[in-house]
């Protein structure tokens, strides 16, 4: 079946647009991830949604980031005011949370955001 | 505080080489640890991890809870295992992975 989506690929912005960035998890993933892969700074965690609402967004870096999570499904991770240092490849992943340990992430290609 | 490190940025050896890309944590329980893989132009995937003690693709990897390790092996590298590795934690019930920097596995013919 198909994996988990995200759009746009690619995304140039000026330096104090705002930004949206989409999600499309595997159809019945309950999971939705957000991690953020800077140049030489690996994998972060940014945001984790069961359902519709998000018990951990511990890792969003400041309040110019937010997310949210609608019918269960589509994700859209919003940058307001982009700067330089949110220039980063935004993964998404998803899972079938069972509930007690932690179920495979499945990944999307990534959204490359580049701020000018 | 919570933490996995992986101390070579880039691994290369000839085809036919044993492979050890090393990961070391740092976490207070019982975490679940993950290796994964990104080949190039692919999607991040799950290669292995520690719960399931397989080898898949020839690599395995054994939680050593005393050094708190999770080194990733593989007795005769491949030229295709080239990729990017990351080694991942995960508490219980806490669902997101903290990731380490990765290791870039160049394995030449």
Redesign the interface.
Known sequence: GA??SQSPSNKVTEKGKDVELRCDPISGHT?L?W?RQSL??????LI?F?GNSAP?K??LPSDRFSAERTGGSVSTLTIQRTQQEDSAVY?CASSY?R????D???????TRLTVL | AQRVTQPEKLLSVFKGAPVELKCNYSYSGSPELFWYVQYSRQRLQLLLRHISRESIKGFTADLNKGETSFHLKKPFAQEEDSAMYYCALSGYNTDKLIFGTGTRLQVFP
């Open positions: 994996g988990v999971a991830y991690y030489g700074q690996g994998l972060e965690f984790y069961q951990d511990s890792g993964l949370r509930g007690g340990g932690t495979t992430q499945y990944f999307g290609p990534g």
